[in-house]
């Protein structure tokens, strides 16, 4: 029966039917994704090498594919891809300033609510270094200390930071900083989640005259 009309979905009918002709002119494709329906249904997905065949005379009589079913692999990458973007949803919309810093202490991550509170936008801090930027120059030690202890996996809980906004005002942010790792373990950098308590402090303040 014919391959790409019988067993191909039809969006990707072009795709195929090019890497099989050009297998036939002695041209061949390694890891093409194929995908195989039956009954209209999507079945699987194979990882596949078109490779010429060839006759006696080394003429060409057709095409060989060799493949891996890839299937439930590329199932749990969209799920990974999924749950990740649910992650960056919920930390760019999260009631509380939520950033993240690399290895170096660049800014990685800047959510919305840090938005608001410091008037720099995520455009605008993104790759900035968080201590040298928005620290103060008396306190950038002690911040330092903390993201540093962080990289080396010793997390922090309810430490102050005091940072500077866009326009002058320091703002006081109690924040627990925690190791970022990735999927092998390895620490990325340092997560902050953080609550603005620059008025509690004020009020304090006040109630100690």
């Not at 195989?36 to 005379?57: D, I, M, S, W």
């Not at 500077?164 to 190791?179: D, Q, V």
């Amino acid at each position: 029966q014919p391959l790409v009309a019988n067993f191909i979905t039809p969006e990707y009918h072009g795709a195929v039917s090019f890497v099989l002709l050009k297998a036939l002119h002695g041209e061949e494709t390694a890891s093409f994704e194929l995908p195989l329906v039956k009954n209209n249904e999507q079945k699987a997905v194979l990882l596949l090498n078109a490779t010429t065949r060839r006759g006696p005379e080394g003429e060409v009589i057709g095409v060989i594919c060799v493949g891996q079913d890839i299937t439930q692999i590329n199932a749990m990458r969209a799920e990974q891809q999924r749950i990740a973007d649910d992650l960056s949803r919920l930390i760019d919309t999260a009631n509380a300033p939520i950033f993240g810093v690399d290895i170096n202490g660049m800014v990685t991550e800047w959510n919305r609510k840090s938005a608001n509170i410091l008037g720099y936008s995520k455009d605008e801090t993104i790759g900035k270094n968080l201590v040298d930027t928005f620290i103060q120059p008396e306190d950038r030690k002690s911040v330092a200390d903390v993201l540093q202890k962080a990289l080396l996996g010793k997390e922090t809980a309810n430490f102050e930071v005091p940072l500077l906004s866009k326009h002058g005002e320091r703002f006081t942010i109690l924040l627990n900083a925690t190791t970022r790792r990735d999927a092998r373990g390895e620490i990325t950098g340092v997560v902050g989640v953080g609550q603005d308590i620059t008025e509690l402090n004020a009020v304090m303040a006040e109630s100690k005259r």
